[in-house]
Structures are given as structure tokens and as C-alpha cells.
């Protein structure tokens, strides 16, 4: 493995296991077996570094999302729209020690938003995708007329988002699929056709 | 003003201006025109000092939603519900850098999961509150029989949270307003009678 993808491995650990706060550019090295000098050959500075493990080390939604537009027209509808919400929340559990920990930082928050503007990237494309998807289906006949995509998915994937952040914080029944499965019949009426 | 009360206002302010990771007692004493050890005699540990900001500097949504529960029965239900969103995209926009910064620390995320589990406290408890509203209005017949206000409250806070959420990291268009009332005129036919 070479030298920079084994510096984005030691940062992606040190930031879930010491949190963006206590990760250290020096421990990060030491993790990498490499000296800070060429850490910093690799990567211009701490926030670029954490920059480049948010854009190449965390999972995304993309994959959930596939899956979902490979089932345009197929299925049923409420149970492709449950197995997404559940593979958000789960994903988003998963990345919010990161993603949050931003939040800490306002030098790395503003690489961050740098970064997603120059590449027309973020967080909210995943939004955009759902509705994309319930577009699609929609030309199917599948989702209601009149209904509108954007909001139904800016619904549908902030609450799997907002509990995902509750999980972190409160102790919540472990029922994460029963929740996914409530916010789609909820949505169903205004929604599936 | 008292010693606790002028720590606590300056940790608020240099969580904010400098994010979680970026502030020290050290830094946070000075502002606060004192020692940082009578600091650590009110505090004892910078994450009991964050615990204590959250819990005590940190705007929560209790008054959106006292606003609301004062409207049970009168008026419009969507447009009640719509300037409830607006101002829960607004206070969570406010709140996220510092709520954020909680996940850069391990160690404040188990002090504050800690204060929540053993004050019942949290910030579900807003997506309680709004499901207690929907509730209430249920029962005057203003809420469809068929809709599940805990669902319906997940989806519409969880939409806000997420919102606030994007706009500290991508670009997006100045219509918080609009996107409120989309998320509550896409819930209606499911929520409203």
C-alpha cells in the first residue's frame, strides 16, 4: 500500500477512535510509520488531510442508492423505500462521528465547503437522488401526481438522519427497522400510488 | 454576573468562534476574567464545562414548540405547522456547530449521553413534544385517525435538522420559508384532515 493511502487510513481511524478534536497530525504518522515531514508532503495541511478521508474514506450512500434505482418499477414500492431508509439511518450512524466532528473545527468546516462547491459534491446529493428515484417512478405512475419528490425525500431521509444522531446521544429501542418501515406507511397516503 | 455564569457565557463563545476542538480552559479562563483553577473548582473537567454549556447556554426548541402547543385546536394546522418548521430549521442552523462539535470528543459525547440518560433528557425530546401537538390536535379531529404522529413528527423535524445540517456545508438557495411549507404541504395528505 503506498504511502498516502496508508496516512488516509491511520487519519480515518484516529478520527473514530480519538475523535477529529484529539487526532493529532503526529499520532497519524506514527500509525502510518511515516514521519510528519512527509505526511505533510502528501497532504498540505491537517484540514486538507481530513478533507481527503471525508471525500475518499467514508461510505457514502451511494450504494444504497443503486440499489434503489435498480428497483424503478419493480417491487413494491413502500418495501424498496423501507430497505433505504433503514440502510440510511444505518449508514448515517456510521458517519456521523466524522461528519459531526466538522462541526468542531471551523478551519476544516470551511475546507470542507470549499471543497464540496468545487466539485458541485455533498452531503445533500443524496437528497437529490431520492428524488431523483421517486421522479422515476413517478413517470411510472408508481408515485402520486401530486406529490412533490424534493420534499418527500428531504422527509424521509432527514428523519433517518436526525435519528441516526439521536442514537449517539439517547437510548433509543433497538428498532431502527421498525422506525424506517413507520416513516414510509406514514408517507405512503401522501406518496405511493 | 457571577464567576460560573461568566465561564460559561465565555466557553459558549469560543466553542462557537472556535469550535469544540479549538477552545481551552486556558483560553476560555482569560476571556472569563479569572484563574483556570477556579475555573476547574466550578467545572470539573472541560467536558463538565461543555455538558454545562449545552445544557444551560444552548437554545432548544422548547419555545417553537410552547408557541405551538398554545395553537392546539385554532387556526390553520398547516400553517402552524409551517412556521414551526421555519423556526426549527433556524434554531437547529444555530445549534449545530456547537452540537456538532460534541463528535469530535469521545469523551464529551459520554459525558453529555451520560447528563441525558440520567436527567431523561435530550434532544428527542422535541420530536416527542411535536408528536404530543399532533396527538393533541388528533383528538379534536384536525389530524387524520389513520396518521402516526410520531412518524409524522420524525419525518418533519428530521427534514429541518437535515436542512440546517446542508446549509453549513453547501450552497443552497435562501428559501428555508418555501422549504417549510413544501415539507408540510407534501405531509398533508397523509396528516391533515
Do not use: W
Not at 497532504?43 to 467514508?58: D, G, P, T
Not at 462521528?97 to 466539485?119: E, I, K, Q
Request: a neutral charge.
Amino acid at each position: 500500500m503506498d504511502t498516502r493511502e496508508r496516512i488516509l487510513d491511520a487519519a480515518t481511524r484516529a478520527m473514530r477512535d480519538l475523535g477529529v478534536a484529539r487526532a493529532t497530525t503526529k499520532e497519524i504518522a506514527k500509525a502510518a510509520d511515516c514521519s510528519e515531514a512527509l505526511l505533510y508532503k502528501h497532504f498540505s495541511s491537517k484540514e486538507m488531510l481530513y478533507n481527503a478521508v471525508f471525500r475518499e474514506r467514508i461510505p457514502v450512500l451511494k450504494e444504497a442508492s443503486a440499489r434503489l434505482h435498480a428497483n424503478v418499477g419493480k417491487g413494491s414500492l413502500e418495501e424498496n423505500l423501507t430497505a433505504y431508509a433503514l440502510a440510511a439511518v444505518r449508514l448515517y450512524k456510521d458517519v456521523l462521528p466524522l461528519a459531526g466532528g466538522m462541526f468542531a473545527d471551523p478551519m476544516l468546516l470551511d475546507v470542507m465547503r470549499a471543497s464540496f462547491a468545487s466539485t458541485g459534491s455533498g452531503p445533500h446529493q443524496a437528497v437529490l437522488a431520492l428524488a431523483r428515484f421517486l421522479r422515476a417512478e413517478q413517470r411510472r405512475g408508481r408515485v402520486l401526481a401530486r406529490a412533490d419528490p424534493d420534499a418527500a425525500a428531504a422527509l424521509l431521509l432527514g428523519a433517518c438522519f436526525q435519528r441516526a444522531f439521536f442514537e449517539h446521544l439517547v437510548e433509543l429501542p433497538d428498532d431502527a427497522d421498525r422506525f424506517a418501515a413507520d416513516l414510509v406507511s406514514m408517507l405512503a397516503p401522501a406518496l405511493i400510488a
